[in-house]
């Protein structure tokens, strides 16, 4: 059974910095692109920021783009998101997601290529 496990969220201050994590289990990490979402209250789910299962190729949204860095560490089963200059537009619940496909040749942003999903957590920029 795959499980995510996001943690690092909280209130934090405009212009502040926090830092995501995301354990996972239950099935190959280093074969699965991972991914970062999000979503505020009303909004539909949106793609933040997405690693390829290698590490090598990155994407993430214009909006968090120069903000925002996601890692991953295969050794430890954890996709990490540094989140810098932090806005009150940033503020939302953010999941981690894991590819349904392993070794995906190409990165895709669209939720309905993940399979598994993280509870979320919960982030919070006050202005």
């Known amino acids: 059974q795959v499980q995510l496990i996001e943690s690092g969220g909280g209130l934090v201050q405009a212009g502040g910095s926090l830092r995501l994590s995301c354990a996972a289990s239950?099935?190959?990490?280093?074969?699965?692109?991972m991914g970062w979402f999000r979503q505020a209250p009303g909004t539909e789910r949106e793609f933040v920021a997405i690693i390829s299962w290698s590490g090598g190729s990155i994407m993430y949204a214009d909006s968090v783009k120069s903000r925002f860095t996601i890692s991953r560490d295969n050794t430890r089963n954890t996709v990490y998101l540094q989140m810098d200059s932090l806005k009150p537009e940033d503020t939302a619940v953010y999941y981690c997601a894991q590819s349904s496909l392993a070794y995906r040749p190409t990165l895709d942003a669209r939720t309905g290529f993940y399979d598994a999903w993280g509870q979320g957590t919960q982030v919070t920029v006050s202005s």
């Open positions: 239950g099935r190959p990490f280093s074969r699965r692109d």
